[in-house]
């Protein structure tokens, strides 16, 4: 193949993989939210440098990801050589998804694979306008692996079941909790958006995080579930204290917060009981920390949550937080599929159509 390949937020396998069939590569990708211009510190330098000893060959890096220069650079790789470019989104252009930037970038390359599962919520011009003027436009391998691990848990799951919910807000989850009440036999939740619920039931909470406009909606939720059958498992304690930074907190049950103390953690009989839901689970899908775990004090309930994850007979998949909860347990292997993606995944699981992978038109 002497095409030469666009791939936008490629991965190293993928690069890998298409090069070995000789094709020349143009690689791109957005780093951090350079603020609508070139910002040295967020050059992919330090990427092309990392990515050229993964490949074990020279991956140059463009003086920019459009213009005159680095046309003339792309135009001029040879079967199987290999070329970043620069930041993305030091062009506002990029998340505008403009149309002329779209087909300035479509310029450098015969076809089109993107590999970023994790940007693919997002109408940018590199993900999407880019396949109006580039085709084909291929999903490459980790983006397959990607659509094919959550699509087993929205699709065909082996039940029971399991979504573990967590994290800050109930205003970030209400559409995936909405969503996943239609499609899983249980639904544990716990983290900070579990005391909007816990306040749904009735009970104080202390000054614990509440949104109080949710509080509405978090009963809704717990009727849907009523209603269709489904499982759905609270904190029955928690970790409390005074604040994010104590030193330390001690377990009370969920309907014994004081007043002036705030539940950061689930505690040892939530962590229990929401083991043995898991334990019944044969599909698990967990998004979201069970308290303040960038905190040591706060982090058990995640960490524990992470092992019963690992350790149930099921088919598992997480994202965000969970990731780094998995890493720090040691129990990463044990884990059915952890997606590289965070806004990605929660829009993905709400059902929703992602427009970086409606623009595909081909599987790579
Ligand atoms: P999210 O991005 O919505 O998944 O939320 C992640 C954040 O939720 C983390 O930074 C946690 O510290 C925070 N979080 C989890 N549990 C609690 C809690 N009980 N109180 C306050 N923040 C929490």
Same mark, same amino acid.
């Given at each position: 193949m002497d095409a030469k390949l666009w791939a936008s937020r490629a991965v190293i396998r993928t690069s890998g993989f298409r090069n070995s069939d000789g094709a020349a590569v143009v690689l791109a990708s957005h780093l951090g939210r350079p603020k609508g211009g070139p910002d040295p510190k967020l050059s992919l330098k330090p990427v092309a440098e990392r990515m050229g000893a993964l490949l074990a060959r020279p991956v140059p890096l463009a003086p920019d990801c459009v213009g005159e220069a680095t046309r003339a650079q792309a135009h001029a790789l040879k079967s199987g050589e290999v070329l970043l470019l620069e930041n993305l989104r030091f062009h506002p252009e990029e998340e505008k998804n403009d149309d002329g930037f779209a087909r300035q970038l479509a310029e450098l390359a015969d076809c089109y694979v993107n590999d970023a599962f994790a940007a693919a919520h997002?109408?940018?011009?590199?993900?999407?306008?880019?396949?109006?003027?580039?085709?084909?436009?291929?999903?490459g391998l980790l983006m397959q692996q990607e659509l094919s691990a959550l699509g087993r848990?929205?699709? @065909?799951?082996?039940?029971?079941?399991?979504?573990?919910?967590?994290?800050?807000?109930? @205003?970030?989850?209400?559409?995936?909790?909405?969503?996943?009440?239609?499609?899983v036999d249980a639904l544990v939740i716990g983290g900070g958006m579990a005391f909007t619920f816990v306040r749904a039931l009735g009970h104080a909470v202390g000054r614990s995080l509440v949104e109080p406009d949710r509080i509405e909606t978090a009963r809704a939720a717990l009727e849907a579930a009523r209603r269709r059958g489904v499982q759905l498992t609270l904190p029955v304690d928690a970790i409390v204290a005074d604040g994010l930074d104590s030193p330390s907190g001690r377990a009370v049950g969920i309907r014994e917060i004081p007043e002036a103390q705030m539940g950061l953690d689930i505690g040892p009989r939530t962590i229990e009981r929401f083991g043995a839901v898991l334990a019944t689970a044969k599909t698990i899908v967990w998004n979201g920390p069970m308290g303040v775990f960038e905190k040591p004090p706060f982090a058990t309930g995640t960490a524990a949550i992470a092992r019963a994850v690992a350790g149930a007979p099921a088919f598992s998949v997480i994202g965000g937080d969970g990731i780094a909860a998995v890493n720090a347990a040691g129990v990463s292997d044990k884990i059915g599929y952890i997606s590289t993606a965070g806004g990605a995944f929660l829009e993905f699981l709400e059902g929703r159509t992602l427009p970086g992978v409606a623009a595909l038109t081909e599987a790579a």
């Open positions: 997002r109408a940018h011009a590199s993900i999407e306008a880019i396949t109006h003027h580039l085709q084909p436009a291929a999903a848990i929205l699709e @065909s799951p082996a039940r029971p079941l399991v979504a573990v919910l967590g994290g800050a807000k109930v @205003s970030d989850k209400v559409a995936l909790v909405e969503h996943l009440i239609g499609k």
